[in-house]
């Protein structure tokens, strides 16, 4: 299966190609050599280095200083995936929750801001991540959260989807956790982007016991595989484990008897907490 960092690529490639007469002519060129007029193409897109890179702020207390991660890589596909792994690692190793998929699609709503002075914090034992930068901004916050609403250019669709899906999707995804994502704007200019779920102690969770489930090692990765997406249905299942369809249905079935998921409507399950405390016995 092509991964999304190998799609990036494709698409990165397939768009430094040089156009042919007709990508000229709807472009307005007469030819492939036809120089646009200043101001028709955006600047191009490149990876921040050095002090502009990306930075991770990790708050293991807020009594003491953050932990900071510099993210720099060569290109955009690559700092989109770095950074977006990176930030996932961080909230895991401190017991946080957010699942990837979320983390993911903002990480990729930065190139919005051309990912101008990023960082990422990690709070409250890695269920709060707060993303902020001092590009643009958010002028209409209400109407980012619609799908289909978009600010993304040509040059940006080079490295994500840029159809008004990324924010819609994030939002739905923390919904079975009971999670909030809120956008403010930034000191400065900017914005601010915050996913919180609710908070959980560690003192408190020592003392809870995980659910007394036997589980296959096929049903533990959908468990996990519904933890890193947010919520699956049966087929996304099967596509991401190499199974059928029905397998995926039975396990799913399964584990919502168990009380570990929970539906969440069009057959996508999510986790319950049981499933997640299951989960941070067996991890």
Do not use: W
């Amino acid at each position: 299966m092509e991964s999304f960092l190998d799609r990036l690529l494709a698409e990165s490639r397939a768009a430094t190609r040089p156009p042919d007469d007709n990508v000229a002519a709807a472009r307005g060129g007469s030819s492939p050599a036809a120089v646009p007029a200043a101001g028709d193409e955006p600047p191009p897109l490149t990876a921040p280095q050095g002090p502009g890179a990306p930075r991770i702020a990790v708050y293991d207390t807020l009594t003491s200083p953050p932990r900071i991660i510099a993210v720099e890589e060569k290109d955009l596909p690559a700092l989109i995936a770095s950074l977006a792994e990176k930030t996932y690692n961080s909230c895991r190793e401190q017991g946080g929750q957010i699942p990837f998929t979320v983390i993911q699609e903002l990480i990729e709503n930065l190139l919005h801001a051309s990912f101008c002075d990023v960082v990422v914090t990690v709070l409250d034992n890695g269920q709060t991540i707060r993303i902020s930068d001092h590009g643009p901004g958010i002028e209409e916050k209400e109407r980012a959260f619609l799908p289909g609403f978009t600010t993304a250019t040509s040059a940006q669709r080079r490295f994500i989807r840029g159809v008004g899906s990324g924010l819609p999707i994030a939002r739905e995804a923390l919904q079975f956790l009971r999670g909030v994502l809120t956008v403010e704007d930034n000191l400065g200019g900017g914005a601010v982007v915050t996913i919180k779920l609710p908070s959980r102690p560690r003192e408190e969770e020592a003392h809870r016991e995980a659910p007394s489930v036997k589980l296959t090692t096929r049903q533990t990765k959908v468990l996990v595989l519904l933890m890193e997406l947010g919520s699956a249905g049966p087929k996304a299942v099967a596509r991401e484990l190499g199974i059928s369809p029905a397998t995926a249905f039975r396990d799913l079935n399964l584990l919502e008897q168990k009380g570990l998921i929970h539906s969440l409507g069009d057959g996508k399950r999510g986790l319950r907490e049981e499933g997640l405390r299951l989960l941070d016995s067996i991890v």
